[in-house]
């Protein structure tokens, strides 16, 4: 079955940056929505942070002017840029991609510290 593959998590200081990528093993182009969701380490369940469909992305208020979620179509990756990130940013953040299925990253640690 197609796969969702991780990469680019690790600890960053506030204010950094990081670029989450996630290759598809498909074209991405057969999937009707791409998006990132995390999971802080005192939460219950996964957030949208960031979703793209056919139309301009959408964001979650908390990372608003600060991440940016692309598709490279030629190199059938989904990728988050994260900017100017903050303490409460840390979190296992995971893409997901839905269309005829519905695929998940394995997810990546991302750890904002001083």
């Known amino acids: 079955q197609a796969q969702l593959v991780e990469s680019g998590g690790g600890l960053v200081q506030p204010g950094g940056s990081l670029t989450l990528s996630c290759v598809s093993s498909i074209s991405i182009g057969n999937f009707h929505y791409t998006a990132w969701y995390r999971q802080k380490p005192e939460g219950t369940h996964r957030e949208l942070v960031a979703?793209?469909?056919?139309?301009?992305?959408s964001y979650a208020d908390s990372v608003k002017g600060r991440f940016a979620i692309s598709r490279d179509i030629a190199k059938s990756t989904i990728s988050l840029q994260m900017n100017d990130l903050k303490f409460e940013d840390t979190a296992v953040y995971y893409c997901?991609?839905?269309?005829?299925?519905?695929?998940w990253g394995q997810g990546t640690q991302v750890t904002v510290s001083s």
């Open positions: 979703l793209l469909g056919a139309g301009s992305p």
């Open positions: 997901n991609a839905n269309g005829v299925q519905d695929l």
